[in-house]
């Protein structure tokens, strides 16, 4: 009889089993469908001939295929040009952005020094306060950048105003090689998060070992903590070149003439386009032209995620991140 | 000897100390002058005029004026774009968090085709906060492209099956308001669900097994297992969500922010607001982390 009851259980422990599953297949399945509803839109108008956006018995799949809104997309947002630049402004500071990050983050996480909490807590500070609130003056700041004080200086000495001394950094890669190499660019505080929370991780004898060895700190770091610390490396970059790819109001402020990566372009183009971005004249043709170029400015990122997804979201998970 | 040792110990700790700096002095360094006196000067510019000029700023010192022009210009300014700029994005972070911890509970279990639903769900995190998102708010969800598909996000649709259930209109108002917003939800919480399946790994498997043993069920190994373990990550998920909020492009008063000074040169009017519009959302965010850190339980297990 004991038996007959805990077989019952068993039963209804596999029902409940499958009834979740069928629930969860459908959840999945509708959360799914509204993200990537957006995306099949943009690959569905991306070919469709202008002609077919008004005509209602074409939803998804349009009557025939053309390439005349991804041509004339790539040509409004000058895409060679555009994706030299987007790519050179990406990887350059995601690899500046890993570079100080990691030292930063290897410094809070394994030595001890007695301002050592007060000052993680500004690098806190700094992802609290968004760059917008202090992107007017950072902005004065290049346009007359006074390296460091060092211009400030020299006009104090030799009694003539800083700003003859000052260099215009506007339109040039500087206005973002600068802050990212000093640990205070795009998101730079979550990188240095991260990278002290990986750190943090790591057994305490991997350095002691290495002392024996005879390694100095600097060494202890580059040849037994960093190769450890491979799939954070991974996982900032990623995030740091994606997050520099889409950024678009920084670099409208920075770099507004030379240089123009690939998402001011578009936004340019679509402005261009509208006329003014606060009217919207829903005409196909810009329609068309908006979701070919948008489809053209997603592609390459798209296509490293589908390639690196895998490493990144085991990147993140091996990265540990505790609160 | 004694007296000995601890002075070599001093000393290490010395060196210790100074190889940290070391290590830190470049942001340090970035800190202090790209960050600090940013932040400094646009306290100073809130209460300046400013123009930009071949030989450098021009400042005329105007009091409080930046602050308030704006109310005094535009009597709905407030309720245009200050309410909604702090409001309708702050009552989204409750659901979004809950919605990100739920999917990823469920991204967690084992079940056939999660490489590719994980792959989606964090498809958001790259394209999130970008132009395109942008633009799909623009041109996607335009009311002026309604076909069939789109009809499945408006929210008459469900308020047409809500108010024939003969539901009280307030609960019709709120499920409206979240159908309304449940592409934006989702897009904006493909990190948390990242943080949260990050975290939930960390939860060692032996504890659910021994609440198991015990014949704990589902449901209350979830609240005394999971959500415990769990919320530190939910303190961060919070807080990173707040932060997202306020800082988003879409948000009417950043927008705001960024039109007075792009649009109409308006620099010390658009530091002023910032300023002040920061400092309240950073209110918000403390109030937040004050109340939340309260409920956090810490593993000590370092």
């Given at each position: ?11 209804l422990?596999k029902?409940?089993?499958m ?5 969860r ?25 202008i002609?077919q ?17 991804v ?18 402004l ?23 020094f ?17 760059t ?11 346009r ?5 004080g060092v ?41 240095i998060?991260l990278?002290r929370?990986c ?20 060494m202890?770091y ?6 450890n ?36 372009k578009?936004?340019l183009a679509?402005e ?15 329609m068309?032209?908006?979701?070919a170029?948008?489809?053209?400015f ?11 997804q895998?490493?990144?979201v085991?990147?993140v998970?091996?990265s540990?991140i505790?609160? | ?10 000393q ?9 700096y ?11 002058f790209?960050?600090l ?15 930009v ?5 021009v400042y005329?010192?105007v ?11 535009d ?7 200050v309410?909604?700029?702090?409001s ?18 469920v ?36 009311t002026?492209?309604?076909?069939e ?7 008459n ?6 108010a024939?259930a ?15 917003q449940i ?7 493909g ?15 032996s ?7 015990e014949?704990a ?24 969500t707040l ?19 792009q ?8 530091t ?23 409920h956090v ?6």
């Amino acid at each position: 009889m004991k038996k007959g009851k805990m077989f019952g259980r068993q039963r209804l422990h596999k029902l409940t089993r499958m009834l979740w599953s069928i629930a969860r297949f459908f959840l999945i399945f509708g959360l799914s469908f509204v993200i990537l509803f957006p995306l099949l839109q943009i690959l569905s108008k991306a070919f469709m001939p202008i002609g077919q956006f008004l005509d209602t018995s074409v939803v998804w799949i349009p009557k025939s295929l053309t390439l005349n809104n991804v041509r004339s997309a790539m040509s409004f947002m000058e895409y060679g040009s555009g994706i030299w630049n987007s790519l050179v402004l990406c990887i350059g500071c995601a690899a500046l952005q890993i570079f100080t990050c990691a030292m930063t983050g290897y410094g809070f996480a394994r030595f001890r020094f007695r301002l050592r909490e007060p000052l993680f807590l500004l690098v806190l500070l700094t992802i609290i306060i968004p760059t917008q609130i202090i992107f007017l003056p950072t902005y004065v700041q290049y346009r007359f950048f006074d390296f460091f004080g060092v211009s400030r200086i020299l006009g104090m000495v030799t009694g003539q105003d800083y700003t003859v001394f000052a260099k215009n950094l506007i339109d040039t890669r500087w206005t973002f090689w600068i802050p990212t190499f000093f640990g205070v660019g795009i998101r730079s505080g979550v990188f240095i998060y991260l990278f002290r929370q990986c750190f943090r991780n790591l057994p305490k004898e991997l350095e002691e070992s290495a002392k024996i060895d005879g390694c100095n700190a600097v060494m202890t770091y580059i040849k037994v903590m960093l190769p450890n610390a491979k799939s954070t490396i991974l996982t900032v970059f990623l995030f740091s070149f994606v997050w520099h790819w889409n950024e678009y109001i920084l670099v409208r402020t920075y770099l507004p003439q030379n240089h123009q990566p690939l998402a001011l372009k578009l936004k340019l183009a679509t402005e261009l386009m509208v006329g003014n971005a606060a009217v919207r004249v829903n005409i196909p043709a810009q329609m068309g032209i908006t979701y070919a170029g948008a489809l053209m400015f997603i592609l390459p990122v798209l296509a490293i995620y589908i390639v690196a997804q895998k490493w990144f979201v085991e990147g993140v998970e091996s990265s540990g991140i505790k609160g | 000897m004694a007296k000995k040792r601890k002075h070599k110990g001093g000393q290490m700790q010395r060196r210790e100390a100074r190889t940290g700096y070391a290590f830190i002095s470049i942001w340090l360094i970035g800190f202090i002058f790209l960050f600090l006196r940013p932040l400094c000067m646009s306290f100073y510019y809130a209460f300046q005029e400013m123009k930009v000029t071949q030989e450098g700023m021009v400042y005329t010192y105007v009091g409080i004026k930046n602050f308030i022009y704006k109310f005094q210009e535009d009597i709905y300014f407030f309720g245009s774009t200050v309410w909604p700029g702090l409001s309708k994005f702050v009552i989204r972070t409750p659901i979004c968090v809950i919605l990100s911890l739920f999917i990823a509970i469920v991204l967690n279990q084992k079940f056939h085709g999660r490489t590719v639903a994980r792959a989606v769900f964090f498809l958001p995190v790259i394209i999130t906060s970008g132009i395109v998102v942008q633009l799909l708010r623009e041109y996607g969800m335009d009311t002026s492209m309604e076909t069939e598909n789109t009809y499945l996000f408006a929210s008459n649709g469900i308020a047409e099956i809500l108010a024939n259930a003969g539901l009280p209109q307030i609960i019709q108002d709120i499920f409206t308001d979240i159908s309304d917003q449940i592409f934006d939800i989702i897009w904006m919480s493909g990190i948390q669900i990242l943080l949260y399946l990050s975290g939930l790994q960390g939860i060692p498997a032996s504890e659910y097994e021994a609440a198991k043993i015990e014949g704990a069920t589902a449901w209350e190994c979830f609240w005394k297992i999971t959500w415990v373990r769990i919320s530190p990550i939910t303190l961060v998920v919070l807080v990173y969500t707040l932060i997202d909020a306020f800082t988003d492009v879409a948000n009417p008063m950043i927008k705001f922010i960024f039109e007075e000074y792009q649009l109409r040169g308006n620099l010390g009017g658009s530091t002023a607001l910032g300023l002040a519009y920061c400092l309240v959302a950073f209110l918000i965010i403390i109030i937040a982390y004050a109340i939340a850190s309260k409920h956090v339980f810490y593993v000590n297990d370092n």
